[in-house]
């Protein structure tokens, strides 16, 4: 079995392993995102994948959806090379229920994955293709609060974004450097609606986003990047809109233990057979075995997208709830 669309034809494999497959066609799904995105997400590690690409999954099997969602990094670029490309932008979501079952179930949602690289310029064109699209309604986020700052503590621009005020649209390095060079090739096109949707566990998170945009449009405007209009554009909330969320969620790091069981044993690692050796705990009565090991610094928050090095501090709290999108009114998602 392999967590690829060729591989999820070996149907009889997976309904062996107890795994439950998308009732919808994930390359079909995906080449319909391609063509014509609707839903864009920024921050597309774990919190993204499993809680709101579930829900996102849930739409699509039940007919309110018939695309996927188009996904953008704008810091990690390895979790697209090494997390999405190699699958075919599945995932493998596993949740544990509270009698100690597990569900383990396949998602095709993911339609595409990008890199938000502007010194990339394949990537750059397809990514203002994307925001160009007449028929994308959202953008939505999971990039922690930091991802929306612009200045330290001491109230300085950050040098990257120092840089992405200087350099202008088209050499942005930033998060809200890139989302608001998206808006101005949008601008361009067409002038065409969107809602922007933080769902990171901020206070008013929608202010802080819509804040960080519109300060970044007005530095460009003053430094003759873009025109005055282009500030107008941004500033109208009948036409780009910044709901505010209430967000509470946690997708804790893949287990070691749940790893093993989904690997066949000839070809686990040697780390997985030692987690394998040092199961320990009492048996879930009724349940499917035992309860996996609580992993180390659970209940303290969670390193972002579970990557090493991220920039970004342990966090817990992250997604609630995600609405099914409409044609586009004033804070609508």
Same mark, same amino acid.
């Given at each position: 079995?392999?967590?690829? !669309?060729?591989?999820?034809? +070996?149907?009889?494999?997976?309904?062996?392993?107890?795994?439950?497959?998308?009732?919808?066609?994930?390359?079909?799904?995906?080449?319909?995102?391609?063509?014509?995105?609707?839903?864009?997400?920024?921050?597309?590690?774990?919190?993204?994948?499993?809680?709101?690409?579930?829900?996102?999954?849930?739409?699509?099997?039940?007919?309110?959806?018939?695309?996927?969602?188009? !996904?953008?990094?704008?810091?990690?670029?390895?979790?697209?090379?090494?997390?999405?490309?190699?699958?075919?932008?599945?995932?493998?979501?596993?949740?544990?229920?509270?009698?100690?079952?597990?569900?383990?179930?396949?998602?095709?949602?993911?339609?595409?994955?990008?890199?938000?690289?502007?010194? +990339?310029?394949?990537?750059?064109?397809?990514?203002?293709?994307?925001?160009?699209?007449?028929?994308?309604?959202?953008?939505?986020?999971?990039?922690?609060?930091?991802?929306?700052?612009?200045?330290?503590?001491?109230?300085?621009?950050?040098?990257?974004?120092?840089?992405?005020?200087?350099?202008?649209?088209?050499?942005?390095?930033?998060?809200?450097?890139?989302?608001?060079?998206?808006?101005?090739?949008?601008?361009?096109?067409?002038?065409?609606?969107?809602?922007?949707?933080?769902?990171?566990?901020?206070?008013?998170?929608?202010?802080?986003?819509?804040?960080?945009?519109?300060?970044?449009?007005?530095?460009?405007?003053?430094?003759?990047?873009?025109?005055?209009?282009?500030? +107008?554009?941004?500033?109208?909330?009948?036409?780009?809109?910044?709901?505010?969320?209430?967000?509470?969620?946690?997708?804790?790091?893949?287990?070691?233990?749940?790893?093993?069981?989904?690997?066949?044993?000839?070809?686990?690692?040697?780390?997985?057979?030692?987690?394998?050796?040092?199961?320990?705990?009492?048996?879930?009565?009724?349940?499917?075995?035992?309860?996996?090991?609580?992993?180390?610094?659970?209940?303290?928050?969670?390193?972002?997208?579970?990557?090493?090095?991220?920039?970004?501090?342990?966090?817990?709290?992250?997604?609630?709830?995600?609405?099914?999108?409409?044609?586009?009114?004033?804070?609508?998602?």
């Amino acid at each position: 079995m392999k967590l690829t !669309c060729e591989g999820l034809r +070996d149907v009889q494999a997976w309904e062996k392993a107890g795994v439950l497959l998308p009732p919808y066609d994930p390359k079909a799904l995906s080449e319909r995102t391609r063509q014509h995105p609707l839903w864009v997400h920024f921050g597309i590690g774990n919190i993204f994948r499993i809680f709101i690409g579930s829900i996102a999954d849930q739409l699509v099997r039940e007919g309110a959806m018939d695309r996927g969602v188009t !996904c953008v990094e704008t810091f990690d670029y390895d979790v697209v090379d090494k997390i999405y490309t190699p699958f075919d932008n599945l995932v493998m979501a596993v949740t544990l229920n509270g009698d100690g079952t597990r569900e383990k179930r396949v998602l095709g949602i993911l339609g595409e994955a990008v890199k938000a690289q502007s010194a +990339d310029p394949a990537s750059w064109v397809r990514l203002k293709e994307i925001f160009t699209d007449p028929g994308l309604q959202m953008v939505s986020f999971t990039i922690t609060e930091k991802g929306y700052a612009l200045r330290n503590p001491d109230g300085v621009y950050f040098g990257y974004v120092q840089a992405d005020m200087d350099n202008g649209p088209e050499k942005v390095t930033g998060a809200m450097g890139v989302v608001t060079a998206m808006l101005y090739a949008r601008y361009k096109a067409g002038k065409y609606p969107l809602t922007l949707v933080s769902m990171d566990n901020v206070a008013r998170n929608g202010e802080k986003l819509r804040a960080s945009v519109l300060e970044t449009a007005r530095v460009w405007a003053e430094k003759g990047h873009v025109p005055a209009e282009f500030v +107008d554009y941004v500033s109208d909330e009948k036409v780009v809109a910044f709901p505010w969320t209430m967000i509470d969620k946690i997708t804790p790091r893949p287990s070691e233990d749940i790893a093993a069981d989904l690997m066949p044993r000839d070809h686990l690692p040697p780390h997985l057979h030692r987690a394998l050796r040092q199961r320990r705990g009492p048996a879930v009565p009724g349940g499917g075995g035992q309860l996996p090991q609580r992993p180390p610094g659970a209940g303290e928050g969670r390193g972002v997208h579970g990557r090493p090095g991220d920039r970004q501090p342990l966090r817990a709290h992250e997604g609630h709830r995600l609405f099914k999108p409409h044609p586009h009114r004033p804070g609508a998602v």
